[in-house]
């Protein structure tokens, strides 16, 4: 069974500032997603990484995958309040369509 | 529309009542989900639907629940003789089901079971 793990689970950042979250996945996937929710809302699309080396920028917003390493990031550049969300990774297993989700990385910028 | 619709957004009933969900996908996505999204339970996978069939029907969590698509567009996820533990927000994604291409996820129906 395919598993993720994001941590941390919970990240009050300050406006300004540089941080990371991080996606781990148990078995091989040849895809991995990120998307963001808005309290009440539901799932935006913000990156697709699919193969080992892949980087995907957007705004303030960097995603990258290391598949040898079963390992995806999310880089938040210079904190802003508007990027408050909880952020998911999702993967897909070889030869599958499902999303596997993780429990989600809840952020809160603090102006 | 634009994006995947589903209705209804809200939905309460007694517990031992059957439900119907509907979820309208983006127009000529082949390929529709149903994911549920507890506190306790995270995001879920339930069914996947390739046109009207349904390849991937493994996350569905007991017999009481059931989906079907009809002309590759609606789909309906029933749930029959609902317990307290079907309380959730259902969402519905759709996609072209290409790898590079990512599911698009509608505003979910939230079901209280009281």
């Known amino acids: 069974e395919l598993k993720v793990e994001q941590n941390p689970l919970f990240l009050s950042m300050q406006e300004g500032k540089n941080y990371t979250i991080y996606c781990n996945y148990s078995?091989?996937?040849?895809?991995l997603y990120w998307y963001r929710q808005d309290p009440g809302k539901s799932l935006e699309s913000l990156f697709v990484l699919l193969s080992n080396g892949a980087v995907k920028q957007e705004g303030r917003l960097m995603a990258s995958l290391d598949t040898k390493a079963r390992l995806s990031t999310l880089h938040i550049t210079a904190a802003v309040h508007d990027l408050s969300a909880t952020y998911f990774c999702a993967v897909v297993g070889i030869g599958n369509n499902r999303l596997a989700f993780g429990k989600g990385n809840q952020v809160v910028v603090i102006p | 529309g634009a994006g995947v619709s589903q209705s209804p957004s809200n939905k309460v009933t007694e517990k031992g009542k059957d439900v119907e969900l509907r979820c309208d996908p983006i127009?000529?996505?082949?390929?529709l989900y149903w994911y549920r999204q507890s506190l306790g339970q995270g995001l879920e996978f339930l069914i996947y639907?390739?046109?009207?069939?349904?390849?991937?029907k493994s996350g569905l969590p007991s017999d009481r629940f059931s989906a079907e698509r009809t002309g590759g567009s609606v789909s309906t996820l029933t749930i029959q003789r609902t317990q307290q533990e079907d309380s959730a927000v259902y969402l519905c994604?759709?996609?072209?089901?290409?790898?590079?291409?990512?599911?698009?996820f509608g505003d979910g129906t939230r079901l209280s079971i009281l």
């Open positions: 078995t091989t996937s040849d895809r």
């Open positions: 127009s000529g996505h082949t390929a």
């Open positions: 639907f390739q046109g009207n069939s349904a390849p991937d």
């Open positions: 994604a759709s996609s072209w089901g290409q790898l590079d291409q990512p599911q698009h």
